[in-house]
C-alpha cells in the first residue's frame, strides 16, 4: 500500500542545482527513516544522504558540503536539494523509507528518477 513518488529529476549543466522531492503515500506512520540513493551504470546502489524521523543525517562522503537532506514528518516526505552538481552524479536516484518497531522492519523504494549532469 505503501507507495514512494519521486519528482524533480532531469538534466542540468556542470555546477547546477536540482531539488529532489519523495512523497510517501498509503502510510498513517511516521518512517523511522528517509533516504536517498542513487546507481549509475555498471556501479553499485549507493547511499546518497538519510535523515532520522528526528532530523539526524548521514552523507556519501563524495556529496558532502555539496547536497542537504531534509524532511516534513507531517507529511511523509523527504527532499534532497544538489548543488554544485558534477557529472559524476549522474545517476537513478532512488527514495527509500524504513519503518520499523520492535519486532518488524520494511524497507519500501521509489521507482527511481534520472539525475543528468551535463553540459
Known amino acids: 500500500q505503501v507507495q514512494l513518488v519521486e519528482s524533480g529529476g532531469g538534466l542540468v549543466q556542470p555546477g547546477g542545482s536540482l531539488r529532489l522531492s519523495c512523497a510517501a503515500s498509503?502510510?498513517?506512520?511516521?518512517?523511522?527513516?528517509m533516504g536517498w540513493y542513487r546507481q549509475a551504470p555498471g556501479k553499485e546502489r549507493e547511499l546518497v544522504a538519510d535523515i532520522t524521523s528526528g532530523g539526524s543525517t548521514n552523507y556519501a562522503d563524495s556529496v558532502k558540503g555539496r547536497f542537504t537532506i531534509s524532511r516534513d514528518n507531517a507529511n511523509n516526505t523527504t527532499y534532497l536539494q544538489m548543488n554544485s552538481l558534477k557529472p559524476e552524479d549522474t545517476a537513478v536516484y532512488y527514495c527509500?523509507?524504513?519503518?520499523?518497531?520492535?519486532?518488524?522492519?520494511?524497507?519500501?523504494w521509489g521507482q527511481g528518477t534520472q539525475v543528468t549532469v551535463s553540459s
Open positions: 527509500n523509507a524504513q519503518r520499523s518497531g520492535r519486532w518488524y522492519a520494511f524497507d519500501y
Open positions: 498509503g502510510s498513517i506512520f511516521t518512517f523511522n527513516t
